[in-house]
Each structure stands twice: as structure tokens, then as C-alpha cells.
Nanobody, 121 residues
Framework: QVQLVESGGGLVQPGGSLRLSCVVS????????MGWYRQAPGKQRELVAA???????NSADSVKGRFTISRDNAKNTVYLQMNSLKPEDTAVYYC???????????????WGQGTQVTVSS
């Protein structure tokens, strides 16, 4: 069974930093694009940042210059470094990956369970 497990969320003051991690585990043949999404109360889930298997990143305009996505393919892990956090960054952050399991020939999306990030003084 494939799992994506996030960690690193919590409460931080405005202007502070957090680093989220997401580890992909299970019978994985390959991991392709990975990304982070977030969902604030009463809002739709939105893409925060994504990174290709080759390491090319992309991020939403709202977080450019503050958030950095990276990955360690050897560890099947994706990171989100969040700096200069604002109250409007408060949300549940979800990890996402396109994976191909050992028992399948078809890649598919896989989501993590989410981790809460709260930015408040």
C-alpha cells in the first residue's frame, strides 16, 4: 500500500518559517511529479508548488519568493520551505505525487493526509 506522510506543520508567528516534509512509502516503481496543495477553511484546494522528477520547480504567484519546493529522489521525499509566513498562508497543506506502483503499469495520483499550518500572533 502506497502512503504519503506529511510532517512539519504547526503554529508559527507572522514572518516565521516552517519546513514541511512528505515521504512516499510502499511498493513504488517510480515517482514522477510531486507537489504541495493547501486548503483554507471555506476555500477550494489550491496548488502551492510542484516539482518535476527532474527537479524543475513551479509555484503559485502568492508564494513566489517566500516558499521553495525541493525533492530528494533517493529518499522519495518532497519538501516545502516556507519563509516570511503570513496569516493568509493558514491552511491544511496536502502533499501530492504522481506514482507508479510495482504492480501497475499506469501512473496515478496519490494524496497525503494533510498537515495543519497556522500563522498567527
Amino acid at each position: 500500500q502506497v502512503q504519503l506522510v506529511e510532517s512539519g506543520g504547526g503554529l508559527v508567528q507572522p514572518g516565521g518559517s516552517l519546513r514541511l516534509s512528505c515521504v512516499v512509502s510502499g511498493s513504488i516503481f517510480s515517482t514522477y511529479a510531486m507537489g504541495w496543495y493547501r486548503q483554507a477553511p471555506g476555500k477550494q484546494r489550491e496548488l502551492v508548488a510542484a516539482i518535476t522528477s527532474g527537479g524543475s520547480p513551479n509555484s503559485a504567484d502568492s508564494v513566489k519568493g517566500r516558499f521553495t519546493i525541493s525533492r530528494d529522489n533517493a529518499k522519495n521525499t518532497v519538501y516545502l520551505q516556507m519563509n516570511s509566513l503570513k496569516p493568509e498562508d493558514t491552511a491544511v497543506y496536502y502533499c501530492n505525487a504522481v506514482i507508479r506502483e510495482v504492480v501497475s503499469t499506469t501512473p496515478r495520483w496519490q494524496w497525503g493526509q494533510g498537515t495543519q499550518v497556522t500563522v498567527s500572533s
